[in-house]
């Protein structure tokens, strides 16, 4: 039988109302009193019910967080650090996935689909202004990523831009002249892709290389298949590229795949770099080069920034006296063996992260706060 707050209550020698104010750390208790009802709830093993003193306050403990594809491995790694990052506010995670389109994140936002929870952390990718300013849900929101750049919720984000400059620039500085691109778009849900395309293009004016359309190939999604194509593409065109910048490492594990049929060798005849440092990435072979965002910081910073609007009760932004928050998090570059870098075999490395033989990162993001972008 499950132990109760009146057992506790009993066997302590207090009243339940006592017992509930030491539980919901009230402190006018006096310090004996707690003690003794500290043993109690040890001895009996008591659990205080965390649903019913959630609904109570009016809260249900639970958040949820909306991304665009499960299956994709950044979004997937993404989600367990947010589920990390939750739990240390005694927080439960609902994930659910939109697939990218508008009806359905409009529905996550306008509370059609999160009638029970706290807080919302969402990644959308056809969602619009318009649908914002729209929404009257009163739920705690915060996005990720760049599809609603200075939108009316505080907005946690990488320098895209900067990034892709730096990836490019990193096959450039090898000597490569002939770096394509794989992932641009044109659709209205490209906004990342097109922001990629930015810092790739800024990156050859930089170093002097004229920007070569045939040398960009544009892809419907971010998949394998969707880098095995272009890849193929790129080649057929009689483009001959020497370094190739993917846009996600899953479009560069789909190169690395044609690359590999055509009998072109990796890093010799063609230098290929990823973006987002997923886990196959590491395995991949050659093991594959990378921008790595820091994916356990921007999941820390979305449950902290959701935390401080539940703190205000400012629905959208934890600033309840000044505006939205653009939260901008670290991202690194990673060389590996698909850039030509000599990396340790993967057993060796740390648990949790990557080795890196060629380092550079963004400006440091110390805490919850606005941080401009490098300009492209």
Known sequence: MRTTLRD???LAGVSPKTVSNVVNGYLH???ETRVRVEEAIVTLNYRPNLSARNLRRGRTGVIALAVPELDVPYFAELARHLVAAADAHGWTVLVDQTDGVRERERQVIGGI???LIDGLVLSPLALTAADLAERTDATPMVLLGERIHHGPADHVLIDNVAAAREATAHLLELGRTRVAAIGAQRSAAGVTARMRLRGYRAALAAGGVGYDERLVASTPHFHRADGA???AELLD???RPDAVFCFSDLLALG????LAERGLRVPDDVAVIGFDDIEDGRFSVPTLSTISPDKRRIAGCAVDLLHRQLLTGAAGHADADGGPQEVYADYRLIARESTGASVPPVPSLPAGFSASVSVSSAPSVSSVSPV???AP
Do not use: E, F, H, Y
């Not at 190169?255 to 044609?258: F, I, N, S, V």
């Open 113 to 115: 689909r999160d009638q």
């Open 8 to 10: 506790v209550a009993r």
């Open 229 to 231: 194509a272009a890849m």
């Open 255 to 258: 190169a690395l795949r044609t």
């Open 29 to 31: 208790v006096r310090a």
């Open 237 to 239: 065109s009689g483009a």
């Open 372 to 374: 401009p972008p490098t």
